[in-house]
């Protein structure tokens, strides 16, 4: 099970952070992922880490404005977002994927979906 929040509204520039509590994993090989999807626009992979090893994963697209961490002893991966821009604005997803690092982030890099999914949150930036 995988619990997001932290969505809402914020100003050009401005910074939220989303939190997603994972639970029910039989084991710590997996990694978690955020996505995203802008209305009329295919779903994006944005960033993504294992649980593990801690290996990170970030699109070009946020490379450099988003940081993905995890609290191991929380079970919860944050994604901080700075430097929002009113093209950020769409629904974010947390995702898991079992398995390695290169395993999770190939399957993001082209593109496909994780396996575990949580319910979206909405993140609007406001110009």
């Known amino acids: 099970q995988l619990q997001p929040c932290g969505g809402g509204l914020v100003q050009d520039g401005g910074s939220l952070r989303l939190s997603c509590t994972a639970s029910g994993f039989p084991d710590d090989n997996y990694a978690i992922g955020w996505f995203r999807q802008a209305p009329g626009k295919e779903r994006e992979g944005l960033s993504c880490?294992?649980?593990?090893?801690?290996?990170?994963y970030y699109a070009d697209s946020v490379k450099g404005r988003f940081t993905i961490s995890v609290d191991n002893a929380r079970n919860t991966v944050y994604l901080q977002m700075n430097s929002l821009k009113p093209e950020d604005t769409a629904v974010y997803y947390c995702?898991?994927?079992?398995?390695?690092?290169?395993?999770?982030?190939?399957?993001?890099?082209?593109?496909?979906?994780?396996?575990?999914w949580g319910q979206g949150t909405r993140v609007t930036v406001s110009s």
């Open positions: 995702a898991g994927q079992r398995g390695s690092s290169l395993f999770a982030m190939g399957t993001m890099q082209i593109n496909l979906e994780f396996d575990y």
């Open positions: 880490i294992h649980i593990t090893d801690g290996n990170t």
